[in-house]
């Protein structure tokens, strides 16, 4: 089992409706999770963190945390082309100790016209 | 300019040769990591640094070599360059400002490395 797992896609959604990602973790221990934006041939940016269960809202984006069932999920409203890239979960562990965050490998999406 | 920067940007290199990638970040930041992103796999740490002349190996070390002499720079060596080190490399920096959780990473802009 994969410590974050990730649909692969990719997922497709029409321009203006809302696009969900879902993101699973085997370490009940982990206590920090992250969303990041790739897009093709870039770097990862941080687009959204969550710590505690429940939302979180960022403009057209937010995070939910169910620590009881490790999943975390981003919902993007709204969704625009722009918002096709890869998008990647992120968590921190609190085995093993440094600081290290462990990634997903990514859903891509894709924003239909 | 400030930020973190990567250097080569595009590196071919032949398997059994010496390769160094250089980061370097302006922020002052304690820590430092060096990744690997491979389709399949997704990003993985190789070796982190907490501090200068901190370091620690990640989840994939094996043939690699770093050092941090210096705050701002953390240096990545592949030792003897194997085909299966040909990847996207990214190297990234967090501050220890705010609570440790706050993880937030900021990533350079890779580099792209073929190993023939």
């Known amino acids: 089992q994969k410590e974050v797992e990730q649909n692969s896609g990719p997922l497709s959604v029409p321009e203006g409706a809302i696009a969900s990602l879902n993101c699973t973790y085997s370490?009940?221990?982990?206590?920090?999770f992250f969303w990041y934006r790739q897009y093709s041939g870039k770097s990862p940016e941080l687009i959204m963190s969550?710590?505690?269960?429940g939302d979180k809202e960022d403009g057209r984006f937010t995070a939910q945390l169910n620590k009881a069932s490790q999943y975390v999920s981003l919902l993007i409203r709204d969704s625009q082309p722009s918002d096709s890239a890869t998008y990647l979960c992120?968590?921190?562990?609190?085995?093993?100790?440094?600081?290290?965050?462990?990634f997903g490998t990514g859903t891509q999406l894709k924003v239909e016209l | 300019d400030a930020g973190i920067t990567q250097s080569p940007r595009y590196k071919i290199t032949e398997t059994g040769r010496q390769v160094t990638l250089m980061c370097h970040q302006t922020?002052?930041?304690?820590?430092m990591f060096w990744y690997r992103q491979d389709l399949g796999h997704g990003l993985r740490l190789i070796y982190y640094?907490?501090?200068?002349?901190?370091?620690d190996k990640g989840e994939v070390p094996d043939g690699y070599v770093v050092s941090r002499s210096k705050t701002e720079n953390f240096p990545l060596t592949l030792e003897s360059a194997t085909r299966s080190q040909t990847s996207v490399y990214f190297c990234?920096?967090?501050?220890?400002?705010?609570?440790?959780?706050?993880?937030?990473?900021?990533f350079g802009p890779g580099t792209r490395l073929t190993v023939l």
């Open positions: 990234a920096s967090r501050g220890t400002s705010g609570a440790l959780l706050n993880n937030e990473q900021f």
């Open positions: 370490d009940r221990g982990s206590q920090s």
């Open positions: 969550i710590y505690s269960n």
């Open positions: 992120a968590v921190i562990r609190l085995t093993g100790g440094g600081n290290k965050l462990t």
């Open positions: 922020w002052s930041h304690s820590y």
């Open positions: 640094s907490a501090a200068a002349d901190i370091t």
